[in-house]
């Protein structure tokens, strides 16, 4: 099982919806397809697997669709996490010419000692903010899965549970 970006009640802000520096949403890419799983439809997709023999030996992408973008994730979590701000988008092209600017600069002034923060290293960039696409076709084919829940009840879901967290309410996923 390879999930994508995991989120859910208390992990709602991910990696690929990009930084958060004072009230600007840097958003790296903002047309970029996320690959998204939210923890009750990834707990479900598990336990099909794990209870289905045409599952053995088998690798799937586990992801509950490929159609929402960084735009639409990061508006979501602003206005529904209360943590509003500008969103400045920045195409990823864009984003990972000034890292390896800042990489050239950093080895010019201070050589190999120089260190930079993750968001301006390549690799670690690419890593987190590359446009990758992952299928779940063959999940869906082999073994007949589809999130039982869909992007705007997982919504519904992580706020709503967040809200109950914060209110000490004791929270549990739907069957």
Not at 44 to 67: K, L, P, T
Not at 155 to 163: C, D, G, I, V
Request: aromatic share 10%.
């Amino acid at each position: 099982m390879r999930p994508g970006f995991i989120w859910g009640p208390r992990h709602a802000e991910i990696a690929g919806m990009g930084r958060r520096i004072g009230r600007i949403n840097l958003m790296f890419g903002p047309f970029v397809r996320l690959p998204l799983t939210h923890v009750a439809n990834c707990a479900d997709c598990v336990v099909i697997a794990a209870e289905n023999q045409a599952a053995i030996g088998e690798c799937f992408n586990v992801v509950d669709g490929d159609n929402i973008r960084v735009w639409r994730y990061v508006r979501e979590y602003a206005r529904r996490s209360g943590k509003r701000g500008f969103a400045l988008p920045v195409p990823y092209r864009v984003g990972l010419g000034v890292t390896h600017l800042a990489s050239i600069a950093s080895r010019a002034l201070f050589g190999k000692k120089g260190k930079l923060p993750s968001l301006l290293t390549p690799r670690r960039f690419e890593s987190q903010f590359k446009p990758v696409r992952f299928s779940n076709r063959k999940l869906r084919k082999t073994l007949s899965w589809e999130p039982p829940l869909s992007f705007d009840e997982c919504l519904n879901l992580t706020y709503e549970q967040a809200e109950q967290v914060r209110g000490k309410a004791p929270y549990s996923f739907p069957n």
